[in-house]
């Protein structure tokens, strides 16, 4: 849930007090947990409440989250009483500020409703492959390298190589790289990912040769060899669902507030606010085309 503030925490408890209170019908699956005065607080409240704890205290097992959730609601509801006692809820100030919450409240409310709830599977594999076909796959290779302090050493360990020595068996004895266990084995990897010198050696090489010559870098002499050679492949869809997801989150945002600009057109009055916000609020098909956006916060993030 949200993370709320006094402020909104005793909005909602206005809010709640309007609504009457819990049904009957409801009291058994949303028992008592506390009393403030006459006034009851259940355990639906306290599950609110410790929804929106302090990212300081998110962290605390359980049952000390409700203990510091319960002392929130009950410090809330006290300083709420008197509050009403003084009749603060009929300021213009504070039903002012009530107003923006509930407006904030809505938003939100609607947010899940038609853009976190109503994303679907298909949705995503959709916003997934139309990315995916969008990318133009680098080329990449897989390579193993031996590397040793000087260059001496290196041209020695060529010698072995070019009479037949295996070179895995040379790396795990020889190389001075942490990863000589594997043999040397890096991995695949595309242009940009090594220091120039090894990539520029490393990608000149064909499939299953070795450098003929030591390559020298910061970290001393390699020998290089490349063992496959091919077009990156794009992650894996559950390696980057929650992103896909963020980005149909994203345009179902804009599709909702274009339409309801369309409904309700905004007027900005003031010439240097109005600059301003044309500025930093790009058209909705500009929008959808950026990168890098992320869908407006929601529950757990604001």
């Given amino acids: 849930m949200l993370k709320y503030s006094k402020l909104a925490a005793v909005a909602l408890i206005a809010i709640a007090a309007a609504a009457g209170g819990v049904r009957a019908e409801d009291a058994a699956a949303d028992p008592v947990v506390a009393k403030v005065g006459a006034t009851e607080i259940h355990e639906s409240e306290l599950k609110l409440a410790m929804a929106g704890l302090d990212p300081q205290l ?36 504070f039903k002012q500020r009530l107003a923006f919450l509930t407006d904030r409240e809505l938003h939100n409310a609607y947010f899940k ?7 679907t599977p298909e949705e995503v594999k959709a916003r997934y492959d139309k990315e995916v076909a969008a990318i133009e796959p680098q080329d990449e290779i897989r390579a193993r390298h031996i590397l040793v302090k000087t260059e001496d050493e290196a041209k020695a360990i060529i010698a072995e190589l070019d009479a037949g020595k295996d070179f895995v068996e040379i790396a795990k004895e020889k190389s001075t790289d942490p990863n000589k266990s594997e043999g040397g084995d890096l991995g695949y990897f595309a242009k940009g990912r090594m220091v120039p010198e090894f990539e520029a050696a490393a990608f000149a ?11 020298k870098t910061q970290f001393g002499y390699h020998v290089i060899k490349v063992e ?53 609020n790009k058209p909705e098909a500009e929008a959808k085309d950026g990168e890098g956006e992320a869908a407006p916060a929601t529950e757990g993030q604001q």
């Fill in 113 to 119: 409703k038609h853009v976190v709830d109503s994303v």
């Fill in 58 to 93: 998110a962290n605390l097992p359980d049952d000390q989250k409700r203990v510091a959730a319960l002392s929130s609601i009950i410090d809330v509801k006290l300083l709420a009483a008197d509050a009403s006692k003084e009749g603060l809820q009929d300021t213009a100030d």
């Fill in 228 to 280: 496959d050679k091919r077009k990156q492949q794009p992650p894996a869809l559950d390696q980057v669902e929650g992103q896909v997801r963020q980005l149909v989150m994203r345009d179902k945002y804009l599709d909702l507030l274009e339409k309801a600009k369309a409904a309700a057109p905004v007027d900005i009055t003031d010439a240097a606010l109005k600059t301003a916000y044309d500025a930093v």
């Fill in 205 to 215: 090489l064909e499939k299953g040769a070795y450098t003929k010559t030591p390559v």
